[in-house]
T-cell receptor, first 113, second 114 residues
């Protein structure tokens, strides 16, 4: 049951370039989407979110795009920095709900200096 | 900045032993969660807790698992008789209200079952 899918297990990008991480979902009930960043031996850290009423949300170097018709979202990091190297998890849930978040399998981003 | 804290950071136990993992959620948060991540796999939901009762649980959360909020601050996950496949990182998370989508996670407790 893969309601949230991240099809790329890894991505390497040169420092200063754009990183684009992708995520697809299947559950139409999801109306809130988040990106978490995770370093080894640490808990997931919230990065940025987007509600289904929007198609874009920007916070500094991070922008999340949502395409509801395609059930697809992406995280853009520009410019990428070596400190961005981590595993990035896409998560989805229902905003005004106590229900749990469903996570994707993660994408390991490596930013090369 | 307030944070979710978890203890122990690492526990090694023998198969069949009971384990209790502890969490102190952020103080004004009302919704509490346990997730786990088996090495190399995705973060999986175990259970959510609100108003002193379980709101939702996954198929992983069988009769060997239980959660409790014994006082006003701690939120515990008990595994009654551990199995080898329970070895994982266990993450506690909390959120303030039902209108907040974002969960705040602790740093995790690594459980190794031998």
């Amino acid at each position: 049951d893969q309601q949230v899918k991240q099809n790329s297990p890894s991505l390497s990008v040169q420092e200063g370039r754009i990183s684009i991480l992708n995520c697809d979902y299947t559950n139409s009930m999801f109306d809130y989407f988040l990106w978490y960043k995770k370093y080894p031996a640490e808990g997931p850290t919230f990065l940025i979110s987007i509600s289904s009423i929007k198609d874009k949300n920007e916070d500094g170097r991070f922008t999340v795009f949502l395409n509801k018709s395609a059930k697809h979202l992406s995280l853009h990091i520009v410019p990428s920095q070596p400190g961005d190297s981590a595993v990035y998890f896409c998560a989805a849930g229902e905003e005004r709900s106590a229900r749990q978040l469903t996570f994707g399998s993660g994408t390991q981003l490596t930013v090369l200096p | 900045e307030p944070e979710v804290t978890q203890t122990p950071s690492h526990q090694v136990t023998q198969m069949g032993q009971e384990v209790i993992l502890r969490c102190v959620p952020i103080s004004n948060h009302l919704y509490f969660y346990w997730y786990r991540q088996i090495l190399g796999q995705k973060v999986e939901f175990l259970v959510s807790f609100y108003n002193n009762e379980i709101s939702e649980k996954s198929e992983i959360f069988d009769d060997q698992f239980s959660v409790e909020r014994p006082d006003g601050s701690n939120f515990t996950l008990k595994i009654r008789s551990t199995k080898l496949e329970d070895s994982a990182m266990y993450f506690c998370a909390s959120k303030r209200t039902v209108n907040t989508g974002e969960l705040f996670f602790g740093e995790g407790s690594r459980l190794t079952v031998l």
